[in-house]
């Protein structure tokens, strides 16, 4: 039997969606939402700073990353399979590289970022 990897990239879009579909609306809510009405309340403005004190805690880096990381990984199996069932599927190492590697440059730069805060 061929030993597959497939298994790897298919956890990982698992993971990705169940990310996407739970957490990341969360996310946008908090930011889009609740802090500016929270901060219009108080008769402030939200500024860059008050969300550059807010990704400055760890935890909300580290979930940050996380949603991040998953969600990309996501969007690269699944792109990848569209392509596959466009008819590209005699490309497959180059699909493979540009998908997954935009996956990880992706997170490459996401962490890059959340780490100079």
């Not at 990239?9 to 996407?20: N, P, R, T």
């Not at 009405?37 to 004190?53: K, Y």
């Not at 979930?63 to 792109?79: D, E, P, Y």
Request: proline share 3%; net charge positive.
């Amino acid at each position: 039997m061929k030993k597959s990897n497939e298994a790897l990239w298919w956890s990982l879009f698992s993971a990705g969606g169940v990310m996407s579909a739970l957490f990341l609306p969360v996310f946008v809510v908090i930011t889009g939402l609740v802090v500016p009405s929270m901060a219009a309340r108080n008769g402030s403005r939200v500024t860059h700073e008050h969300f550059v004190a807010i990704v400055s805690w760890w935890p909300v880096r580290l979930a940050l990353f996380g949603i991040i990381f998953l969600t990309a990984f996501h969007a690269a199996h699944r792109i990848r399979h569209v392509l596959m069932d466009l008819g590209w599927r005699h490309h497959g190492l180059p699909l493979i590289v540009l998908c997954y590697g935009g996956a990880i440059a992706c997170t490459g730069a996401a962490g890059w970022i959340l780490g100079t805060f």
